[in-house]
């Protein structure tokens, strides 16, 4: 077992080594995980974010990381009792598997397989290297002088390994956005008027503007795509009358506008956490359509995500007048990476599996029947507006002191706006809700 998992871990540390070396290559397990994320059924799904929320997908990595270590126990055990042929066999099969989930990943190439290609070569080597050797020319073999060797090469192998993951990981530092992100100057806009009145004088409140660290994040991208803004293109096509291709230059010469909305996740349960109300800034999404012209007969905007995840939202949505937005702030600030710097789209009043694409490259004028979105196949119904619903932030769980005490908490029908709000505690008679201000119906209200 111990052979195995040392060659699993050389297979594993060379992997983040060439990732760390080639912008483009990313460690052999996150493809092998974002294919399981595109194909587990969507129950699957449901339970691992209502189970694990948003640590779904260090889970996931875990996990494949285990099972990995597993197998690789096996290879071992298969090495060990004179079986190197078949060890060998099933470390390829492991090998292809990565591979295979690269070239269903998003443009695939070369230099993408290599972390695949060469961690597999690695584990092979290893196995053959660390095999027990033949005595005497017969098919036993020498236990005293194997273990020694075995001991020896194998605190070398491990040292290797381990030293060659943490350069690996530290030399993948060098492709994230985050100095750069702060370094970027984004175009001025007319603050979005906030009222006085939005916050209510009662502590414990859900602040109704949502911190960026405090925001939620729920997508299918194992790892945060690092997209550069130099390198950022938007490519709108399809049903419209002039192609277009922005960069995020040509977004920051336009007109520019800030508002605040509330996201929310279709996934949020009653009282859960996946919904934020945030100042987004950027430039609105109808002005690019109406500039590229859109056709009769189109029915359906599809974003695409840089990693190939797709959204499909109601053309009529984005051109109705709200403030749909091609944004690239988020609370004074460029967006955070997690969040789809450099730009991310953001449509009020409908789920964001259907409107929300992070790190979008491309937008297609399509019809319904033309194409499902990623969720569709998926069981999940095309067209998603936004629920009305109610959160208690105060008292969120326990018991509360005896006297006086203040309910209270957050609620949004984003679009369509909340008239009142009612409170009912123990079966007794219903109680009209003290609403505080709001900027417009696009938000959440305490």
């Not at 779904?56 to 875990?62: E, P, R, S």
């Not at 950027?282 to 859109?294: M, T």
């Not at 403030?323 to 964001?352: K, T």
């Not at 509360?400 to 009142?420: K, T």
Request: aromatic fraction near 6%.
């Amino acid at each position: 077992m111990l052979l195995g998992l040392l060659a699993t871990m050389a297979g594993l540390a060379v992997g983040e080594l060439v990732a760390g070396l080639a912008r483009s290559a990313s460690s052999a397990v996150l493809p092998v995980g974002q294919e399981v994320i595109d194909r587990v059924p969507p129950w699957l799904k449901d339970w691992a974010i209502d189970t694990f929320g948003t640590a779904d997908k260090a889970v996931l990595v875990v996990g494949t990381i285990v099972v990995l270590g597993i197998i690789g126990s096996l290879v071992g055990i298969l090495t060990v009792r004179g079986h190197l042929g078949p060890a060998v066999l099933l470390t390829v099969v492991v090998g292809l598997v990565g591979v295979s989930a690269v070239l269903a990943r998003p443009a695939p190439s070369l230099v993408r397989l290599l972390p695949a290609i060469l961690g597999t070569a690695t584990s092979v080597l290893v196995l053959v290297l660390l095999a027990p050797r033949p005595a005497d020319g017969t098919d036993d073999t020498a236990p005293a002088g194997d273990r020694r060797r075995f001991v020896i090469a194998g605190l070398a192998t491990a040292a290797v390994a381990l030293v060659a993951g943490v350069v690996g990981r530290r030399l993948q530092g060098r492709f994230e956005v985050d100095d750069e992100r702060e370094a970027l100057a984004l175009p001025g806009a007319d603050p979005a008027p906030v009222p006085v009145d939005a916050e209510l004088p009662v502590a414990g409140l859900t602040p109704f503007i949502t911190p960026n660290d405090r925001f939620y994040r729920i997508d299918t991208a194992l790892r945060v795509p690092q997209v550069r803004a130099a390198e950022w293109r938007l490519r709108v096509h399809g049903m419209v009358d002039r192609e277009l291709e922005l960069t995020l230059d040509d977004l920051f010469d336009r007109p520019v506008v800030e508002r605040v909305i509330t996201l929310s996740c279709v996934s949020n349960e009653v009282g859960g956490d996946l919904v934020g109300n945030a100042a987004w800034r950027g430039v609105l999404l109808a002005d690019v359509l109406r500039e590229a012209g859109v056709q009769d007969g189109a029915e359906q905007l599809v974003s695409r995500s840089t990693d190939g995840w797709t959204c499909g939202t109601p053309v009529g949505a984005v051109l109705d007048g709200r403030d749909a937005m091609l944004a690239f702030g988020m609370n004074g600030e460029p967006l955070p990476a997690r969040h789809g710097y450099p730009v991310r789209m953001v449509v009020p009043g409908l789920f964001g599996y259907v409107s929300a694409t992070k790190w979008v490259t491309d937008v297609e004028l399509t019809t319904w029947d033309a194409f499902d979105a990623y969720w569709v196949p998926r069981g999940w119904a095309k067209q998603a507006p936004v629920k009305t619903m109610t959160r208690i932030d105060r008292p969120r769980r326990g018991s509360v002191p005896g006297g006086p005490y203040d309910v209270g908490g957050v609620a949004w029908a984003v679009h369509r706006g909340l008239g009142s709000v009612e409170v009912r505690i123990d079966g007794r008679s219903w109680q009209e809700a003290e609403l505080a201000g709001v900027p417009s119906d696009d938000t959440w209200r305490q």
